[in-house]
């Protein structure tokens, strides 16, 4: 591997040495070094003060080190196979400080970081000049971009849930705030969809918002409902752009897990079948879970929708780097 991780940090887990990993190998191709090998070292403030002041003869911790391979050394290091750039060291204790001050993710500083050190590592200096520092930025706004089309090939298209419009209006006992309103003002606002959970319980929508909406949505209507019969009919007489099979349960406030495709194959395979012949196209909102990604897609689901509630709920940086990966992976199968 032209990539190697080092972690020297106690709260360096599995996922965010894998998101690093990534982010190192991306940027030493755009730089058209891809055979070259970097080693990437997170550790804490405390290593990273014995370094600097070793090699640098300042003290305290920095957030990045570069160490050029062979610097100063012969010329006949160039033929070392494969050819080796160097390390970058960075205070994984700076990073997340750095990314609270910044209000942005630990992953977002650490990209930075990265960048900053395998362009040392490549001959950029901020320090030699300004004309020099200029150049550098310039050069790490660049890579940074590039990373960001790289893992986002396709900008997501907002759709707008307005299910809990209809639950205040079903709370208060009269007829408005109309969730039929509040989507027309969504898309006004640029939405490109609108979602609805008709629910075998009608808590909150009602049959009547979906006939209006059906009639006045302009984007796409998104239907989210359980596999019940009634539901299901109705679904078939309205014929929405897509359907969301959801699981249900009588007892929750709003939709908790996804569908277990897995154990419900049978059921679900009847209910996509019937709605691919009125030509409604099926999403299954399933666990980022390998096993339940291949059942969705043996039985014929047109799209899934990744549930996100164990990221969202995930009460350390930790958990949330694991959810967060589970996520990423599924994505991309």
Wanted: proline letters at 4%; one cysteine or more.
């Amino acid at each position: 591997m032209p990539v190697e991780l080092i972690n020297q940090h106690p709260q360096v887990n599995a996922s965010l040495l894998n998101h690093c990993r990534k982010t190192s190998l991306q940027i030493i191709r755009l730089c058209a070094v891809p055979l070259h090998h970097v080693n990437v070292v997170l550790t804490t403030d405390g290593k990273m003060a014995e370094l600097n002041s070793h090699y640098r003869h300042k003290e305290g911790a920095t957030n990045v080190l570069s160490f050029p391979f062979g610097d100063g050394e012969e010329s006949f290091l160039d033929f070392i196979s494969p050819p080796i750039l160097g390390d970058v060291v960075i205070s994984y204790d700076r990073a997340v400080e750095e990314a609270r001050l910044s209000g942005i993710t630990s992953e977002q500083r650490l990209d930075w970081l990265i960048v900053h050190g395998v362009l040392h590592l490549l001959g950029y200096d901020h320090e030699r000049s300004e004309k020099d520092a200029a150049v550098m930025f310039d050069k790490e706004q660049e890579l940074l971009s590039e990373l960001k089309i790289h893992r986002r090939i396709v900008m997501p298209r907002l759709a707008v849930n307005v299910d809990h419009v209809a639950t205040i209006r079903q709370a208060r006992g009269i007829e408005e705030p109309d969730p039929v309103a509040a989507a027309a003002i969504c898309e006004l606002a640029g939405a490109k969809g609108i979602v609805v959970h008709l629910r075998e319980d009608r808590r909150h929508i009602q049959d009547r918002d979906v006939r209006i909406l059906r009639a006045t949505v302009k984007t796409r209507l998104n239907l989210e409902m359980g596999a019940a019969k009634e539901i299901i009919n109705f679904a078939l007489e309205i014929k929405p752009d897509l359907v969301t099979l959801v699981p249900e349960k009588r007892l929750e406030l709003t939709t908790e897990g996804g569908l277990d495709v897995v154990s419900q194959q049978k059921k679900l395979a009847k209910t996509i079948d019937k709605m691919a012949k009125a030509s409604i196209p099926v999403s299954l909102f399933i666990d980022p879970d390998s096993s339940q990604i291949k059942a969705a897609n043996e039985i014929g689901a047109t799209f899934v929708e990744l549930h996100t509630g164990r990221y969202a709920d995930a009460e350390d940086e930790a958990l949330r780097f694991e959810e967060f990966e589970m996520i990423r992976t599924s994505a991309e199968e």
